[in-house]
């Protein structure tokens, strides 16, 4: 029996995303943990969705890992989101949905709640003995501090205009580095695609680094969203640093 692939994560990780801007257009292609399943000779088990916040990547991963046979899990990846997202259950079969802006609290509350996300992923898999990796596929923090655009299909979308970050940026940067180097020791950040996280001490998150329209790999001018290419290039990217 083959192992399978688990993985977790947003819109750039949805099996059925769909563009809002294009809603005409297929994007039925194969996304990157299908692609990296089949480099890796494994099944894929896909929970993205699109919208999700990090309490819904390690969520999803956590209910899946204790209630299924951990001996078929060949190799865990959440693809991490941006802090600001907020995940929620609704009803009684516990329909995940999720905001783009949490209510409650701020950026340095959102930064350790998604650091606490990722340590308690780490220790989940170290407890059940399960390969994995971390990939940072958004930037945790940068979106929320330059300014979130409008979210793109809405009615007066702007891809120029950006909300304004009512705090000091420069000075919050230095504070939410600091908040992320305490976790240093904490996190196994061999198995970390993408730390420290923050560009100033050499981070990066796969968005900003694969997805670029000079690459040919984003759906159009107006969705930055990765496209067939876009994809095929994160699951090389992902498996060359997989060793």
């Not at 819904?56 to 299924?68: D, E, G, M, Q, V």
């Amino acid at each position: 029996m083959r192992k399978i692939l688990l993985v977790s994560g947003c819109s750039n990780t949805d099996k059925d995303f769909y563009s809002e801007l294009h809603p005409d257009m297929d994007c039925s292609w194969p996304k990157w943990p299908e692609l990296l399943a089949k480099k890796l000779d494994m099944d894929c088990v896909n929970l993205a969705k699109c919208g999700a916040g990090n309490e819904y990547i390690y969520r999803s991963l956590l209910n899946c890992i204790t209630r299924s046979d951990i001996s078929n899990i060949g190799l865990v990846i959440p693809a991490w989101s941006q802090c600001n997202r907020k995940d929620y259950q609704e009803g009684n079969l516990g329909r995940w949905t999720n905001e783009r802006i949490d209510p409650n609290g701020d950026v340095f509350s959102w930064v350790k709640k998604s650091l606490d996300y990722f340590l308690s992923f780490q220790i989940l898999c170290e407890k059940y003995n399960l390969s994995y990796m971390h990939v940072h596929m958004l930037h945790l923090y940068k979106d929320w501090l330059n300014g979130l655009r409008p979210r793109e299909g809405t009615p007066g979308f702007n891809k120029g205009f950006r909300y304004v970050y009512p705090g000091n940026r420069e000075k919050d940067i230095k504070k939410i580095i600091k908040f992320i180097d305490n976790y240093e020791e904490l996190i196994n950040t061999e198995k970390f695609i993408g730390w420290p996280l923050h560009s100033e001490m050499g981070g990066y998150c796969l968005q900003q680094k694969l997805i670029k329209p000079e690459d040919d790999t984003i759906i159009s001018n107006l969705d930055s969203h990765p496209n067939k290419l876009g994809q095929e290039k994160i699951a090389e990217f992902i498996y060359d640093r997989l060793g």
